[in-house]
């Protein structure tokens, strides 16, 4: 099993360009996450998804757009990236609640994204 | 907004020396995980408590819970220079409230020197 995989793992864009982040996952998840972490922010959850075509914005949605057309796949996309979305990008799936519970997270190992 | 906060921000001890690190959160949880993640890496979960429990253990990590101060802590016992990492606590809400999304703290940076 590859887990969690997500394509790029590095890149650099100008201002005002356009890109899509890819999340795959080979567990069979319900659920996808994507978060941003800056340095001393932590973890941020910019949009989720509970189910396949189903999406959910979170704490920073502003600025990004995603889609799950496919279970395993979740895309995150900057439609005109701006210099304040540099940061590393995390992509994270998991098993559907239990008892009400949410589960724990699985997660890639990040796109680092540097917006000149 | 930060649900979950670690302290201390960053801690150095000595091989073989115990660690601990705290979390303390705002409102009501379901459970509260711990996660690792190592320089330039994914994070990795380490061990899930549930609002019911007190005391959970697994290998050299010992976790408590106390829901009435709203805080936790993670011990690493015996600590190794593989160790070395960021430590988040993370709180999950009771998803019946229409809430899917863990929050996690800002973590505390971990140092062992061997």
């Known amino acids: 099993n590859a887990g969690v995989t997500q394509t790029p793992k590095f890149r650099v864009l100008k201002t005002g360009q356009s890109m899509t982040l890819l999340c795959a996952q080979d567990?069979?998840?319900?659920?996808m996450y994507w978060y941003r972490q800056d340095p001393g922010m932590g973890l941020r959850l910019i949009h989720y998804?509970?189910?396949?075509?189903?999406?959910a914005k979170g704490e920073v949605p502003d600025g990004y757009n995603v889609s799950r057309l496919k279970k395993q796949n979740f895309l995150l996309g900057l439609e005109s990236a701006a210099p304040s979305q540099t940061s590393v990008y995390f992509c994270?799936?998991?098993?559907?609640?239990?008892?009400?519970?949410?589960?724990?997270?699985?997660f890639g190992p990040g796109t680092r994204l540097t917006v000149t | 907004s930060q649900q979950g906060e670690e302290d201390p921000q960053a801690l150095s001890i000595q091989e073989g020396e115990n660690a601990t690190m705290n979390c303390s959160y705002k409102t009501s949880i379901n459970n509260l995980q711990w996660y690792r993640q190592n320089s330039g890496r994914g994070l990795v979960h380490l061990i899930l408590i549930r609002s019911n429990e007190r005391e959970k253990h697994s290998g050299r990590l010992r976790v408590t819970l106390d829901t009435s101060k709203k805080s936790s802590s993670l011990l690493i016992t015996a600590s190794r220079a593989a160790d070395t990492a960021s430590y988040f606590c993370?709180?999950?809400?009771?998803?019946?409230?229409?809430?899917?999304?863990?929050?996690f703290g800002k973590g505390t940076k971990l140092s062992v020197i061997p």
């Open positions: 994270a799936s998991s098993y559907p609640v239990n008892l009400l519970a949410l589960r724990e997270q699985y």
């Open positions: 998804s509970v189910g396949e075509g189903t999406t």
């Open positions: 993370a709180t999950a809400p009771y998803s019946g409230a229409g809430s899917y999304q863990l929050t």
């Open positions: 567990m069979n998840h319900e659920y």
